[in-house]
C-alpha cells in the first residue's frame, strides 16, 4: 500500500508546468497508476517553471533522444527514480482511444489549450468520468483556479462555464462539421508566478487524496475555488452552474461499444452491431483544400487536426480548409468500406453507435 491510497487510476492530461507541478506530487506520494497524456515535445520554454521536468531532464540527459515528448520523459523518469509504472500516450486526448481511459477514476487536467479542455470536457462526460480541472495566470484566471467537474449529466461541464461566443468559436474548431473559415486558436502564455503553480498543484493533490480515501464526488453542481497569488488570501468557492446552451448533456447517450480497428465497417456494423450507425466522435475530413498551393488532398483525420496542425501533402503548408467531412456513417454508405482505421480513430477506441438513420 502506498502512501496515496487506494488502486486509484488517473490520467493527467498536460504535462507543462502545472501538470508537471502536479505529477512531481503524484510520484512523492507513489500514486502507481498513471495514463500521461501530451503531444507536446520537451521545449526550452517549459523548463523555468517545471522543476520535475528539468530533474527528468538532467537524470536522462545521456538517453534524451530516445524521449523527444515531455510526457515520455516524465513516465521514464518515474519508473527510473520512483519505480512507478506510469505509460505515457504523446498525443492529443481527442486522439486517444476510449478503452484506454475507460479505467481511470479521475482525469486530471493541466493542459493550457481550450481547445484541449473543450475536448476533455466531451470524453469526459461520454464516458462518465470527473475532471479535476488546473490553471494558473492566463486567459480569464485571475490568479488561479481548481474546478472540480461531477460526472453527473445534470452537473457543469468545462464548456458550460464559457461565455456564448467563446464557446461558439471553439466548438466551431474542434466539432463543427460546418466550413467556416480557419479560427486560429490562441495560446496564452502561462504567465503564473511559482508560488500560484504550487498553490494549484498542492490543491490538485490534495483532492486527489481525498478521491484515493474515497471521499464522495458528492455535488452534482461542481465548484469552482478561486485562489489569489498570495498565500494569505483564502480560497474562494463558486458554484458553477449548467448552461442550457452546452451541448455536451444529452440525456440519452449513445451506446459505447468497441469494433475491429481494421476490418472495413460494412463488414463489422451489421454483424456486430445490426441496426446501428457509428457516430463519429469529432467530424472527420474527407476533403480539404490547400490556400498555399490549391491541391486537394483526402485527409481522414479530425477537422481540429486539419485546421490547425496537419500539413498539405503536396507544399507542406499548415493552410488546409476542409471542404467536406462527415459525422455519422451507415453501413450502406461508401465511407463504410473503409477501417474505423482508415477513418482516423483510435487505437483500442469506444464507439458511439445509435439506431440507423432511414
Ligand atoms: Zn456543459
Ligand atoms: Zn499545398
Given at each position: 500500500?502506498?502512501?496515496?491510497?487506494?488502486?486509484?487510476?488517473?490520467?493527467?492530461?498536460?504535462t507543462?508546468a502545472?501538470g508537471s507541478a502536479l505529477l512531481q506530487r503524484?510520484a512523492?506520494?507513489?500514486?502507481?497508476?498513471?495514463?500521461?497524456?501530451?503531444?507536446?515535445?520537451?521545449?526550452?520554454?517549459?523548463?523555468?517553471?517545471s522543476p520535475f521536468l528539468q530533474e527528468a531532464?538532467?537524470?536522462?540527459?545521456?538517453?534524451?533522444?530516445?524521449?523527444?515528448?515531455?510526457?515520455?520523459?516524465l513516465?521514464?523518469h518515474a519508473?527510473?527514480?520512483?519505480?512507478?509504472?506510469?505509460?505515457?500516450?504523446?498525443?492529443?486526448?481527442?486522439?486517444?482511444?476510449?478503452?484506454?481511459?475507460?479505467?481511470?477514476?479521475?482525469?486530471?487536467?493541466?493542459?493550457?489549450?481550450?481547445?484541449?479542455?473543450?475536448?476533455?470536457?466531451?470524453?469526459?462526460?461520454?464516458?462518465?468520468?470527473?475532471?479535476?480541472?488546473?490553471?494558473?495566470?492566463?486567459?480569464?484566471?485571475?490568479?488561479?483556479?481548481?474546478?472540480?467537474?461531477?460526472?453527473?449529466?445534470?452537473?457543469?461541464?468545462?464548456?458550460?462555464?464559457?461565455?456564448?461566443?467563446?464557446?461558439?468559436?471553439?466548438?466551431?474548431?474542434?466539432?463543427?462539421?460546418?466550413?467556416?473559415?480557419?479560427?486560429?486558436?490562441?495560446?496564452?502564455?502561462?504567465?503564473?508566478?511559482?508560488?500560484?503553480?504550487?498553490?494549484?498543484?498542492?490543491?490538485?493533490?490534495?483532492?486527489?487524496?481525498?478521491?484515493?480515501?474515497?471521499?464522495?464526488?458528492?455535488?452534482?453542481?461542481?465548484?469552482?475555488?478561486?485562489?489569489?497569488?498570495?498565500?494569505?488570501?483564502?480560497?474562494?468557492?463558486?458554484?458553477?452552474?449548467?448552461?442550457?446552451?452546452?451541448?455536451?448533456?444529452?440525456?440519452?447517450?449513445?451506446?459505447?461499444?468497441?469494433?475491429?480497428?481494421?476490418?472495413?465497417?460494412?463488414?463489422?456494423?451489421?454483424?456486430?452491431?445490426?441496426?446501428?450507425?457509428?457516430?463519429?466522435?469529432?467530424?472527420?475530413?474527407?476533403?480539404?483544400?490547400?490556400?498555399?498551393?490549391?491541391?486537394?488532398?483526402?485527409?481522414?483525420?479530425?477537422?481540429?487536426?486539419?485546421?490547425?496542425?496537419?500539413?498539405?501533402?503536396?507544399?507542406?503548408?499548415?493552410?488546409?480548409?476542409?471542404?467536406?467531412?462527415?459525422?455519422?456513417?451507415?453501413?450502406?454508405?461508401?465511407?463504410?468500406?473503409?477501417?474505423?482505421?482508415?477513418?482516423?480513430?483510435?487505437?483500442?477506441?469506444?464507439?458511439?453507435?445509435?439506431?440507423?438513420?432511414?
Amino acid at each position: 500500500m502506498t502512501q496515496s491510497g487506494s488502486g486509484l487510476h488517473l490520467a493527467v492530461v498536460g504535462t507543462g508546468a502545472l501538470g508537471s507541478a502536479l505529477l512531481q506530487r503524484l510520484a512523492a506520494v507513489g500514486m502507481p497508476s498513471l495514463l500521461l497524456i501530451d503531444p507536446d515535445r520537451i521545449e526550452p520554454r517549459n523548463l523555468p517553471l517545471s522543476p520535475f521536468l528539468q530533474e527528468a531532464l538532467l537524470a536522462h540527459r545521456e538517453q534524451i533522444a530516445e524521449y523527444p515528448y515531455k510526457a515520455a520523459l516524465l513516465a521514464a523518469h518515474a519508473w527510473a527514480m520512483y519505480r512507478l509504472p506510469w505509460r505515457a500516450l504523446p498525443c492529443e486526448v481527442a486522439a486517444v482511444g476510449w478503452q484506454r481511459l475507460r479505467a481511470c477514476d479521475l482525469v486530471c487536467c493541466c493542459t493550457d489549450s481550450a481547445l484541449s479542455r473543450a475536448e476533455l470536457a466531451f470524453v469526459a462526460r461520454s464516458l462518465g468520468k470527473p475532471v479535476l480541472d488546473g490553471a494558473v495566470a492566463g486567459g480569464s484566471i485571475a490568479e488561479g483556479r481548481v474546478t472540480r467537474f461531477s460526472p453527473h449529466p445534470a452537473a457543469a461541464c468545462y464548456l458550460c462555464g464559457m461565455g456564448e461566443e467563446r464557446r461558439a468559436t471553439v466548438l466551431g474548431l474542434a466539432a463543427s462539421a460546418t466550413l467556416g473559415c480557419r479560427v486560429p486558436e490562441d495560446a496564452p502564455a502561462m504567465t503564473g508566478t511559482r508560488s500560484s503553480l504550487d498553490l494549484v498543484a498542492d490543491t490538485m493533490a490534495a483532492v486527489i487524496r481525498d478521491v484515493a480515501r474515497g471521499t464522495a464526488w458528492g455535488e452534482i453542481s461542481c465548484a469552482i475555488k478561486l485562489y489569489a497569488a498570495d498565500p494569505q488570501c483564502s480560497a474562494e468557492t463558486v458554484e458553477l452552474a449548467r448552461s442550457e446552451g452546452c451541448p455536451w448533456h444529452d440525456a440519452a447517450a449513445p451506446a459505447l461499444r468497441d469494433l475491429p480497428w481494421e476490418l472495413p465497417l460494412r463488414d463489422s456494423l451489421p454483424r456486430l452491431h445490426p441496426g446501428k450507425d457509428l457516430l463519429l466522435d469529432w467530424p472527420v475530413c474527407t476533403v480539404a483544400v490547400c490556400n498555399t498551393c490549391g491541391q486537394r488532398c483526402s485527409p481522414f483525420q479530425r477537422v481540429a487536426v486539419v485546421r490547425r496542425t496537419l500539413r498539405c501533402p503536396h507544399c507542406h503548408a499548415t493552410a488546409l480548409q476542409p471542404l467536406s467531412t462527415v459525422s455519422r456513417i451507415r453501413a450502406a454508405d461508401p465511407l463504410a468500406l473503409r477501417s474505423p482505421r482508415q477513418l482516423g480513430q483510435p487505437i483500442r477506441h469506444l464507439y458511439r453507435l445509435t439506431a440507423t438513420a432511414g
